[in-house]
């Protein structure tokens, strides 16, 4: 392409952006409050009322209420950044209703020339804020209303993105202040403790009036909501994770960008973004609304909410019917309170744009003025009188601790704290002594109230906390083993006084105390918090073993390596030790394996790890058990690539003889997935090609395919010229072509050049895949560039160049020769223009009146677009590029045809892409995972994740956007707008929102490959799926929007030629606790199911008898019979503890 066309192309894209905004403004909604009024879809029995509106109030980010019921408001008309000689004057407002009529009628300008305040939070006689890189406490000393004390209460906290810093200010149950940080966010706060440092997201526990500053819990993505129940239970919602509500476990680590190893998931994945949390209480609000938590969904204009129920040592949430939803697109709600009247209060930022990174911060769309705070009431129902707080005698206060409103229980926590414990303890025993209150009648929250109020004023009492322990209710049990936990420093033995609630009958109260333990620094608490085993064992209590045992080590694994414990006996000493995972747990794992003590069920774990860090010897025992075969394949190809990447990583390999591989890799009786792996490890340990089997391997026709590229790949390793010349001669042979893919590869290691040369003249053949023979070249160093040179003169079909620019594009991150090449010689021209903003506003013209987003959805389906394997639908589909549940709702439609068009301008935050050059000359692209222990984990574009070496990394650079530019190029203009359509629908109120009820979206159904067919032709379907025998394909699938699973779509098998054909489907789910669950198929015509393999009853609402633990529920479908769509949905069952869980497909 010419400089000249480049150029004016790069001026008409400057001036994009601003363009199709003045077109939009025209399209902005109405700002009148009473328009927004009017667009509310209100839950039956409540009504809403506009509490506040600008002048009074603009650009609330976050609200909370003091003593006199009065709500002050941080407000942001700055947010997202300041613009060139702009003054920082962002404000504290402090609104009140002081005639009690339900709507403010006086606002305050307490404090103003702030930066972006996220966090507000009355207390200790003025207020904390949140001020870009800082906590100020600012105060009122002269009585006028306006603050004129400001003190620094920390700083060091990280600004590196506007709406990830300090936010979600709350006092909790415990007297502490907790604030939260989002994923992009890295502090360093220096403390009288010392420094305290979070990289990424979490939430922080601070004490006024110590100074002390702990992390409480890591991870999410950015976490703008943050509640407690009446137990002290905590709870978190996530404006990124899509994983919905989140039960918090103190020091826990939850689902974020760049994971740990281990982490905890929110109770309700594939959810959209929420942001703000309540859990509702009072006597105002209908019965059925008490005890849910109360979010907001801003991106589809809802206030919604989720009740949530018991499930082991956890809990589930199930979504319910929203509080609000609207059709007005600048509705957007993001903090919820209950108020001092009963009702609840909702903070609406007001913007029709809500993205951050994605769209222009300058955009004029972005409005900087409005903001409103919504009222929720329910009709007939009397409101709460606002109780007197400020100025109310001391024992009243201590009364109002056992309200039935979560605000007066925290506003009069609070002001106890702040008179102190002089003046609050007498009284409070005083009040314990007296019969029970009317709002206490059973006498079980005033205990724990007053459990909390000494941690409030930070004065231990040994015996309230033990009788708390006692109590007959294990929610109050649990929450004292928290309370236990913070004063194990001051207990005269607080292992002894936390031990015995380890085995207590109720899951909660153990995982608790497990947590509790991990604060003493004693090795004794790490062998009392094991003795959890002695009970069953849940998802949330196994993680809290997992923490505990990690965070104790240094405590119990030295005396553990010099033999003087054994923390209890042999099955918690292995949990541990794997639990720690480090290379020194191996020596006391190699005793526990060489005494013959160590469980089976840890074994495989166990062989794996010291397959990746042990010593020679060590590694010759995995050797060893790999070669046995009664272990399951799959676990003998995981020990291979455990040696195999001991011998990468580390150089270290297996004592004794390395060539006895060759009986596994020459064996045509070993399974392919034990000979690819034993074939890696022979590369890895660089041995003779021919005495370890790999050059027969790579040769032999009749191989697996599978195992003949793993083969190739370690020939590669060896660098031999034996080895090359028959990696040649495969890749220039009628090989299969997955063969010749992975000869070309391997070819690449060699001679990059006559790789390139063998390439091209396979994309020339019929029935190549040019996207995995590009791929093979388009990751080598120097590859891209010889495959242009070799592309030069050639002509290629031009949907084989279409599909190889698929695999050239993600890594050719500096645009080299290859694309160009390839649109050449595919006749497709140069390479095509980005497109221009009349081609963008004519499509945000078009798609909405011309688009059909049924067809649209069928479009999002079809696989050579992979949209579906890149993109999830509340959390089915692929994790390669973000969920888009509500983007219809959240994004304007200009947002969403450049996306398409060009996928580069606007990456979301998290799915920007890492590029790697490796020292074996391999170049990789993908999303960053996680990055610990020398290991970098990357999520390739066709979504599998990919594990390196940091050792093996030679350079390191931002990629572009895993969407291939040109993807929806073979596209017509009215296939572009059916997507468009469709996209833009989803979320919106209508068919395609995800409502709350919890459908099964993700299946897997079985592939009609040969292997299938002769298992069923055998063992007859019955046999097959009781013994999930490994000749059954699974592949994922998803439903379409409704929760509906179209059997059209789906593969049929024949096993007999003249057999009825069949497709056979299967849901995986999880419970926590055995009993009854309900599944609603609407109809059962043409299915047979079978539950964990073994035949049930068909019928329209089935009902299963199941036990804690993971389950499949398969479906035989009878193609002749049926053709109606197949949809599964779970319902609760009254009685029963079962809370079943669909899982996404593995």
């Known amino acids: 392409m010419s400089q000249a066309p480049m150029t004016t192309l790069a001026a008409l894209l400057a001036i994009a952006p601003a363009a199709l905004a003045q077109r939009d403004l025209a399209e902005l909604p109405d700002p009148d409050p009473a328009a927004e009024l009017r667009s509310f879809d209100v839950l039956d029995g409540l009504e809403v009322n506009l509490w506040a509106a600008e002048p009074m109030v603009s650009k609330p980010i976050q609200m909370n209420w003091d003593e006199h019921g009065r709500l002050w408001v941080a407000s942001s008309p700055t947010y997202p950044q300041l613009q060139p000689g702009q003054e920082a004057n962002d404000r504290i407002l402090v609104l009140e209703d002081t005639d009690g009529d339900g709507t403010a009628d006086s606002s305050t300008v307490f404090a103003e020339g702030l930066l972006i305040p996220t966090g507000i939070?009355?207390?200790?006689?003025?207020?904390?804020?949140?001020?870009?890189?800082?906590?100020?406490?600012?105060k009122d000393t002269d009585g006028d209303g306006r603050a004129d004390s400001r003190r620094v209460v920390l700083s060091g906290f990280g600004t590196e993105d506007t709406h990830h810093i300090v936010h979600t200010f709350r006092w909790g149950f415990d007297g502490l202040f907790y604030f939260n940080q989002s994923v992009y966010i890295h502090s360093h706060v220096e403390t009288p403790f010392g420094p305290r440092r979070l990289g990424g997201g979490g939430i922080w526990q601070y004490r006024p009036g110590t100074g002390r500053l702990e992390v409480f819990a890591r991870g999410f993505v950015n976490p703008w909501g943050h509640h407690y129940d009446f137990r002290g239970q905590v709870f978190a919602t996530d404006g990124a994770g899509f994983e919905g509500v989140a039960h918090v476990i103190p020091g826990a680590t939850y689902t974020a960008i760049s994971n740990p190893e281990r982490f905890l998931h929110g109770l309700n994945p594939g959810s959209p973004k929420y942001c703000g949390a309540v859990i509702a209480s009072g006597r105002h609000l209908p019965e059925e609304l008490v005890g849910n938590l109360v979010t907001n969904d801003f991106r589809a204009n809802r206030v919604v909410r989720f009740a949530l129920e018991d499930d082991g040592s956890g809990f589930v949430s199930r979504e319910q019917e929203p509080l609000i939803r609207s059709s007005h697109v600048g509705f957007r709600p993001i903090d919820v309170l209950m108020g001092p009247d009963g009702a609840l209060y909702v903070a609406d930022w007001y913007n029709p744009i809500i993205q951050h990174g994605e769209v222009d911060f300058r955009d004029p769309r972005r409005d900087h003025q409005r903001g409103r705070i919504w009222r929720i009431t329910a009709k007939g129902r009397p409101l709460v009188d606002r109780p007197a707080i400020a100025d109310a005698p001391t024992?009243?206060?201590?009364?109002?601790?056992?309200?039935?409103?979560?605000?007066?229980?925290?506003?009069?926590?609070?002001?106890?704290?702040?008179?102190?414990?002089?003046?609050?303890?007498?009284a409070l025993s005083a009040w314990l002594q007296r019969p029970r209150l009317a709002g206490d009648p059973e006498g079980t929250d005033a205990p724990l109230e007053a459990l909390w109020l000494h941690q409030a004023l930070d004065v231990v009492d040994p015996d309230l906390l033990s009788s708390v322990l006692h109590s007959p209710d294990p929610d109050l049990r649990a929450a004292a083993c928290r309370v236990a936990g913070s004063w194990h420093d001051r207990l005269s033995d607080p292992i002894e006084t936390i031990a015995p609630m380890v085995v207590d009958e109720h899951p909660r109260v153990r995982l608790e105390a497990i947590r509790a333990l991990a604060a003493v620094p004693d090795p004794r608490a790490a062998e009392a918090a094991l003795r959890a085993f002695a009970r069953p064992i849940d998802t949330e209590l196994d993680y809290a073993l997992d923490l505990t045992s990690r965070e104790l080590a240094p405590r119990w694994l030295p005396l553990v390596r010099e033999g003087s414990s054994d923390l209890g006996g042999p099955e918690p000493l292995a949990f541990a030790l794997l639990a720690v995972g480090s290379p020194e747990a191996i020596p006391p794992l190699m005793a526990l394996i060489r005494a013959g003590a160590l469980p089976e069920r840890f074994e495989a774990e166990a062989l794996a790890l010291i397959g990746r860090l042990g010593e020679p010897d060590d590694l010759r025992r995995v050797f060893d058990a790999a070669f046995d075969p009664s272990r399951p394949d799959d676990r003998r190809a995981r020990l291979l690539d455990a040696l195999a990447s001991a011998?990468?990583?580390?150089?270290?390999?297996?004592?004794?003889?390395?060539?006895?591989?060759?009986?596994?890799?020459?064996?045509?009786?070993?399974?392919?997935?034990?000979?690819?792996?034993?074939?890696?490890?022979?590369?890895?340990?660089?041995?003779?090609?021919?005495?370890?089997?790999?050059?027969?391997?790579?040769?032999?026709?009749?191989?697996?395919?599978?195992?003949?590229?793993?083969?190739?790949?370690?020939?590669?390793?060896?660098?031999?010229?034996?080895?090359?010349?028959?990696?040649?001669?495969?890749?220039?042979?009628?090989?299969?072509?997955?063969?010749?893919?992975?000869?070309?590869?391997a070819l690449a290691s060699f001679d990059v050049n006559a790789a390139a040369s063998l390439a091209v003249a396979a994309l020339s053949e019929d029935g190549s895949d040019p996207t995995a023979i590009v791929a093979a070249l388009a990751g080598r160093r120097g590859g891209p560039e010889a495959m242009a040179h070799a592309l030069d003169g050639v002509s290629l079909p031009a949907d084989t160049a279409k599909l190889a620019l698929r695999a050239a594009r993600p890594a050719d991150r500096d645009e080299s020769p290859l694309v160009h090449a390839l649109n050449r010689a595919g006749g497709l021209g140069a390479e095509p223009a980005r497109a221009t903003p009349e081609q963008v506003a004519a499509l945000v013209a078009d798609l909405r009146s011309q688009g059909d987003p049924a067809r649209g959805e069928r479009l999002f389906r079809r696989e050579e677009l992979q949209c579906v394997k890149c993109h999830a639908i509340a959390g089915a589909g692929g994790k390669v590029g973000p969920g888009l549940e509500s983007i219809g709702a959240s994004a304007p439609d200009d947002y969403l045809v450049e996306s398409l068009l060009i996928p580069d301008k606007a990456i979301k935050e998290g799915y920007h892409s890492l590029v790697v050059a490796t020292d074996d000359g391999r170049i990789l692209s993908g999303i960053p995972i996680r990055e610990a222990d020398g290991v970098l984990v990357l999520r390739d574009a066709e979504g599998a994740e990919r594990s390196l070496s940091t050792s093996s990394i030679e350079e390191r650079a931002p990629g572009k956007s895993l969407m291939p530019a040109g993807l929806v190029d073979p596209l017509t203009r009215a296939e572009l707008l059916d997507l468009l359509a469709f996209l833009s629908a989803l979320g919106e109120p209508?068919?395609?929102?995800?409502?709350?009820?919890?459908?099964?979206?993700?299946?897997?159904?079985?592939?009609?490959?040969?292997?299938?067919?002769?298992?069923?032709?055998?063992?007859?379907?019955?046999?097959?799926?009781?013994?999930?025998?490994?000749?059954?394909?699974?592949?994922?699938?998803?439903?379409?929007?409704?929760?509906?699973?179209?059997i059209d779509e789906l593969p049929a098998i024949t096993a007999y030629n003249d057999a009825t054909p069949i497709t056979v489907a299967r849901l995986r789910f999880e419970t926590a606790a055995a009993g009854d669950v309900l599944l609603r198929l609407g109809s059962a015509s043409g299915l047979t199911p079978y539950l964990d393999g073994v035949p049930v009853p068909p019928a329209d609402d089935l009902t299963l008898d199941v036990g804690p633990g993971l389950h499949t529920l398969s479906f035989v479908i009878d193609r002749r019979t049926r053709d109606e769509p197949l949809r599964a949905s779970f319902l609760d069952v009254p009685g029963s503890a079962a809370r079943p869980r669909p899982l996404a497909s593995p």
């Open 121 to 138: 939070l009355p207390g200790d006689g003025g207020c904390y804020v949140a001020n870009s890189t800082e906590i100020l406490h600012l």
């Open 395 to 426: 024992p009243d206060l201590i009364d109002s601790l056992t309200s039935p409103e979560g605000w007066t229980r925290e506003q009069a926590r609070r002001v106890l704290r702040e008179r102190g414990a002089d003046e609050v303890l007498p």
């Open 647 to 745: 011998g990468r990583d580390r150089g270290s390999k297996p004592s004794g003889r390395l060539d006895e591989i060759a009986a596994l890799v020459s064996d045509p009786g070993v399974p392919a997935a034990v000979r690819a792996a034993a074939a890696r490890a022979a590369g890895a340990w660089s041995l003779d090609p021919r005495r370890s089997g790999l050059s027969g391997l790579a040769a032999d026709p009749e191989a697996p395919p599978e195992a003949r590229r793993a083969a190739l790949a370690a020939l590669a390793e060896s660098g031999s010229d034996d080895a090359r010349g028959l990696v040649a001669s495969l890749a220039s042979s009628a090989s299969p072509p997955s063969v010749r893919v992975g000869a070309i590869e």
């Open 990 to 1046: 209508g068919a395609y929102a995800v409502g709350p009820e919890l459908v099964v979206r993700s299946w897997e159904v079985v592939a009609p490959t040969g292997p299938a067919a002769e298992a069923i032709r055998r063992l007859g379907i019955d046999g097959a799926l009781a013994g999930d025998d490994p000749r059954l394909s699974w592949q994922p699938t998803t439903t379409l929007v409704s929760g509906s699973l179209p």
